[in-house]
């Protein structure tokens, strides 16, 4: 906003070289991880594999058939790549250098009901939103509010489905009969049960950061309370999901409350986005260099 050309340019290009670097360092930490799970047990990490790969393209499929979309011409399978990599590697960067230090000293503490929300919350919806923040800078073609929601959705996607991956490879081990069915137990239930949790949440940060970045006259302290607003709710959010309840039947009711809200919000954000997407006339993508108002006029 406010910058020249040249300062744009200069911007793009340190936030593109910022998310090669991070996808450069994420990839070996997705393989990693996948590859661990063959110690654990051959099945689970073959069928989470496969359930990885078809929960994303499935997911994928789905958010681009929204004309909230960005365009593919300046943010095709590259944006989506650097998004799904950045969840589902970068992010965990920043979760084990950064969580497992608090979790040992609210363990320590003593603070069992939010230990999970401290270890899961703080350091995962920080990573994301940080990734969302890079490739909104990264890629250009990225200039509208809804750019940011759908980059959420994807780096979310990335984070979930490695990590629906790993609890599946541990069910696996805790079923005494078959790794099969372990798997099958433990990815039904996280699909299930607050289905698309991640997506959800950093699909909200970035729609804040996008609302942000893209908004057109407004101040500096709206923008950053704007971003800040919508990083505080995708945080909340896990905050109280991930809360240890001492029995069965409050975290049960814990789940039903937070999801009571949470979709709702989900909700009624996709769907000012959209409208707003389809009422914006103010640029046009063409499939081939224009030469001529003739030629515009053809598309």
């Known amino acids: ?27 070996p930490i997705i393989i990693f991880y996948l590859a661990s799970n063959f110690v654990a047990s051959a099945v689970g990490a073959s069928l989470g594999i496969v359930f990885l790969l078809l929960y994303c393209l499935l ?88 750019h940011g929601l759908m980059t959420g959705a994807l780096v979310g996607l990335g984070f979930e489905a490695l990590e629906n991956a790993l609890y599946g490879a541990m069910g696996a081990t805790l079923d005494a009969n078959s790794d099969t069915a372990g798997v099958l137990f433990l990815w039904g239930v996280r699909l299930v049960v607050g289905p698309a949790l991640h997506i959800v949440f950093t699909a909200l940060a970035g729609w804040g950061l996008g609302l942000a970045l893209f908004t057109a006259n407004k101040s500096t302290a709206w923008r950053w309370m704007t ?57 046009s993508f063409t499939q081939r260099p224009l030469s001529s108002v003739e030629a515009l006029s053809r598309g």
């Open 1 to 27: 906003m406010g910058r020249s050309g040249g300062e744009g340019c200069a911007m793009s290009m340190l936030f593109r070289v910022t998310l090669i670097i991070s996808v450069i360092l994420g990839l």
């Open 59 to 146: 997911v994928v499929w789905l958010l681009s058939l929204s004309p909230m979309w960005p365009d593919r011409v300046g943010a095709g399978w590259k944006w989506v790549a650097s998004c799904l990599i950045w969840g589902g590697g970068v992010s965990f960067i920043f979760v084990l250098i950064a969580g497992f230090p608090l979790t040992s000293l609210v363990d320590k503490a003593g603070w069992d009901l939010v230990a999970a929300s401290f270890g899961g919350a703080y350091p995962e919806e920080i990573a994301k939103f940080l990734g969302v923040g890079v490739i909104l800078f990264a890629f250009r073609s990225l200039n509208r509010p809804w």
């Open 227 to 283: 971003a800040g607003w919508w990083l505080f709710v995708a945080f909340a959010l896990h905050f109280a999901w991930n809360l240890m309840w001492p029995s069965n039947v409050l975290l049960i009711v814990n789940y039903i409350v937070v999801a009571a809200v949470m979709y709702p919000i989900v909700i009624w954000v996709w769907v000012r986005a959209h409208r707003l997407c389809k009422a914006d006339t103010s640029y």
